[in-house]
Nanobody, 125 residues
């Protein structure tokens, strides 16, 4: 059974930083691309960032470019999202996801077939 568990969310002031982690089990972690998504109340889910299995290719939404960095440590089955210069607009539930059916990295949620429960990020102004 595939499980994805996020951690690292919390309350932070604007301009602050957080690092999210996503630990996976039940799959061969280093075979698949992974992504981070977020959803704020009343809004659609948004693709934040994704990374291929090797880490050589990444994607960032325009809204987070230059502020967020995605990375992975395959030996630890863990995906990370370093978030700097946080803004109130970044407030959302952040979830990680795995695409076990494609080799490439997509910012769209459609290809992803395994999801974590999410971790809440709240940025105060």
């Amino acid at each position: 059974q595939v499980q994805l568990v996020e951690s690292g969310g919390g309350l932070v002031q604007a301009g602050g930083s957080l690092r999210l982690s996503c630990t996976a089990s039940g799959l061969t972690f280093d075979d698949y691309p992974m992504g981070w998504f977020r959803q704020a109340p009343g809004k659609e889910r948004e693709g934040v960032s994704c990374i291929t299995w090797s880490g050589r290719s990444t994607y960032y939404a325009d809204s987070v470019k230059g502020r967020f960095t995605i990375s992975r440590v395959n030996a630890k089955n863990t995906l990370y999202l370093q978030m700097n210069s946080l803004e109130p607009e970044d407030t959302a539930m952040y979830s990680c996801a795995v695409d076990s059916r494609n080799p490439y990295c997509s910012g769209s949620s459609g290809p992803y077939n395994y999801w974590g429960q999410g971790t809440q990020v709240t940025v105060s102004s």
